[in-house]
């Protein structure tokens, strides 16, 4: 059975991502809702943090559960930040 794996061309086989790997971040999209308003809060380094929790529900009626989520991101100023921080609860 290993023998003819060892003669599949490497075009042939199964590429399960077209970015590069890199071993530092992990990458997780939610999608839910805002628990409050995202809050900037300055580190010790001086640099600054944005924290927020995001509900997310499965199931429907009365199975319905949710998944809360708190969330640290690392953002530089910019639009991506400002859009974040100006969010409503909800």
């Known amino acids: 059975m290993f023998a003819l794996r060892r003669n599949i061309p490497s075009t042939l086989s199964r590429n399960f991502s077209t970015t590069a790997r890199n071993n530092s971040f992990a990458k997780l999209t939610l999608v839910g809702r805002l628990a409050d308003k995202p809050e900037i809060t300055a580190t010790s380094q ?12 499965t199931g429907r009626g009365e199975n319905q559960k949710t998944s809360w989520f ?5 953002m530089n100023e910019g639009p991506q930040r400002d859009f974040i921080a100006n969010l409503d609860k909800g």
């Not at 001086?46 to 529900?57: D, F, Q, V």
């Open 46 to 57: 001086g640099g600054e943090i944005m924290k927020y929790a995001i509900g997310t529900s």
């Open 70 to 74: 708190r969330v640290v991101s690392f």
